[in-house]
């Protein structure tokens, strides 16, 4: 089920948290096509090594649409070792303007240890609040449970999978199969 307001943001669900010197992003592993389950173990979250920087990045949406998103972050990164902010605004600002780009429906949520980002195709780069992103179809609810559990003395990874338990409790297009990548600062 497509819907054209917010493209790409069914069929999955990925958290980025920060805290305690350690920032994960964990995604589900359910790929659906409408109201059918097509594969249940699917790698959403991925680790990046661009100019030997570690960069984990976890995408929703059209997946080959996100595997371009990838690939041009990985060479905006190259061409500015260490600058994840920068590559990813400049990232943003070909998927705003370029006609081929403007097409892709997914979206990223990318960090390097230090900055935790989320890329639009509308051209927005977000730093979240709360050291919290989510997105996809169960995004909000992974975002309002791991919300809640900010002040607690979980560790990050385990924020992001209680909050991804939740979220696969809540929306059907959410699996409890989890890959989760961590970055200590």
């Not at 371009?68 to 303007?97: C, F, H, I, N, Y």
């Not at 559990?149 to 992001?160: H, I, P, Y």
Request: aromatic share 4%; with cysteine; hydrophobic share 45%.
């Amino acid at each position: 089920m497509a819907n054209d307001q917010f493209p790409g943001w069914h069929g999955t669900t990925i958290i980025g948290v920060k805290k305690g010197g350690e920032v994960v992003i964990a995604g589900d592993g359910q790929v659906s096509l409408g109201q059918t389950v097509i594969k249940g173990t699917a790698r959403k979250v991925r680790r990046l090594s661009p100019g030997g920087y570690d960069i984990v990045a976890g995408f929703a949406g059209s997946t080959a649409d996100a595997f371009t998103l990838l690939e041009r972050l990985e060479a905006k990164l190259e061409a500015m070792p260490g600058q994840l902010a920068r590559a990813s605004v400049e990232l943003a600002k070909d998927w705003r303007t370029d006609k081929y780009l403007q097409k892709l429906e997914a979206m990223l949520i990318v960090t390097d240890g230090t900055d935790l980002l989320v890329i639009t195709g509308a051209g927005d780069v977000l730093e979240p609040e709360h050291e919290v992103a989510a997105i996809g179809s169960g995004g909000n609810f992974a975002l309002a449970a791991a919300r809640a559990m900010m002040d607690t003395d979980r560790t990050a990874e385990q924020v992001a999978r209680a909050a991804m338990a939740i979220a696969a409790d809540i929306c059907v297009y959410t699996n409890g199969r989890l890959t989760v990548e961590t970055i200590t600062t």
